[in-house]
């Protein structure tokens, strides 16, 4: 019997390339207020990454330390097949409030990337970017980009992990 399109996927697929995401991670956030400046927090961060559903969505819970304070968040990161793209809800205590984030990427981008919004206090919904990187397997970067209704996109928020008791 042919395997299905999810099954080939998580295989050998985008599904298959979010499971190496799947383990303890241990890094460094840097939090931008302002673009072409200095971050205006460095944080220490854990996360746990674990598969849900059969590998369908991984699930990220961390936490991360400012010295004063730990801030926690949540993410749940996909891939869907019929629409080919990645898709993410994302939470924390921080930057969403009593929301989440729903961002997704454009079908005919390659990677891990979505884009949602958020309400500005004054004018226009602001622009936000997620992304996913993993350049080998005990590394993964997580990018969060600001994109303002009048400007091009600046880093907001950059997560370096590297897998627990790798060094």
């Excluded at 993410?88 to 390659?110: I, Q, S, Y």
């Excluded at 993993?134 to 897998?163: C, H, K, S, W």
């Amino acid at each position: 019997m042919d395997a299905t399109p999810f099954q080939k996927s998580l295989a050998d697929g985008r599904h298959a390339l979010l499971q190496n995401m799947v383990g303890e991670w241990v890094g460094r956030t840097r939090v931008w207020f302002e673009p072409s400046t200095e971050p205006a927090l460095t944080l220490l961060q854990r996360g746990h990454v674990r598969p849900m559903l059969g590998g369908r969505f991984l699930f990220h819970e961390y936490a991360a330390d400012d010295g004063s304070r730990i801030h926690e968040g949540i993410a749940l990161y996909g891939w869907h097949l019929e629409r080919a793209r990645f898709e993410v809800a994302w939470g924390d205590d921080f930057h969403t409030g009593t929301g989440l984030m729903l961002c997704a990427g454009a079908r005919e981008a390659p990677g891990f990337h979505g884009l949602g919004s958020y309400p500005a206090v004054k004018g226009p919904d602001w622009g936000w970017r997620i992304e996913l990187a993993q350049d080998a397997i005990d590394t993964l970067r997580i990018a969060m980009f600001n994109i303002p209704p009048d400007g091009p996109e600046a880093l907001a928020v950059e997560t370096l992990y590297r897998r627990a008791g790798t060094g």
